[in-house]
C-alpha cells in the first residue's frame, strides 16, 4: 500500500540546508500497523508528510496502492498531538466536519456521525462542546472525524503522547480494534517504547538526523491483544526490552554502523522550509 524507495528529504533554514531524512527504504501492506520510533528530529513525522503529499521528497520514489504520490490525496487520515477540534462547534458537527466537505447530503451525514459516535464511545456527547469534555473524549472525537470519510490508511503522529497511561491503554485498544475490523493501514510515530511494540505488527526504529531506517522489529504477538493484559506476557516482555536495550545503547549515533551497504554522502536539492 506504501512504499519508499530511496527517499530524502532536505529543508532550507536559516543556517543552511538541513538534510532530515535520507535512503529511506520502506513497505507497507495494506491492513499492517507499522510504528516509527528513534530520536527527536529524525525525520518521522516527514515521512508522513511525504506519503499525505503535503511535501514532496527531495530524491526517491514514493508510491502509494502503487500510483507515485504527487500531491494531497483523500484515501489517508492524519492525527497529531493537537486535536484541532473547533471549539464553536459541537462534538457531532466537529465530526461530520470533512463530511460537509465533501458534499453529503444532510441525512447521510447525520447517519454516519451516529454511527461513529457509537463506534468512538461517545453516546451522549454529540451535543457537548469541546471544552465540556474530557481530554480522552476530546481524542476519540478527533479519531471520529479522521474516520468519517473512510480512509483507507490512517498517520497518527503521538496521537496519544499527552494523555496518561491509563487513558493512554484505553485509546489504544480502541484503536487497535477499530484498525483490525476495517482492515486499516496504519503509520505510528510516537515516543513512547511500549507503545510501540503494544500497537505493531511491525515496529520501524530510525537513527538520529539525518534519519535512516536502521532496524525493523517484527512484532510477532497475537493479531488480537488484549492490551492491559499483554504488558506481562513474556513475548511482549521481551520485544520491548530488545527496543529499550538498543535506544539505551545508542546504537543509531552512527547510522553507518547499522546498514549492511553503507551509502556514501549524496547532495541533495534543497526543498521546502525547516519548521
Known sequence: MIRFRNVAKTFQSGN???LAIRDINLAVASGEIVTLVGPSGCGKSTLLNIIAGLMPPSSGDVQYDGKPVSGIHSDVGYMTQNDHLLPWRTIGS????PLEIRGFEAKEISRRVAELIETVGLVGFVNAYPTQVSGGMRKRTALARMLAYDPHTLLMDEPFGALDAQLRTRLQAVLLSLCRRLGKTVLFVTHDLDEAISLADRCVV????????VREIAVDLPRERDLA????DDRFLALTKQLWTLFSENRWID???ELASPASHIEH?????SR
Do not use: H, L, Q
Open 16 to 18: 543552511g540546508p538541513i
Open 94 to 97: 466537529n465530526i461530520a466536519v
Open 206 to 213: 530510525f537513527s538520529k538526523r539525518p534519519g535512516t531506517i
Open 229 to 232: 493484559t499483554m504488558r506481562f
Open 255 to 257: 547510522p553507518e554502523e
Open 269 to 273: 536539492p534543497v526543498e521546502g522550509v
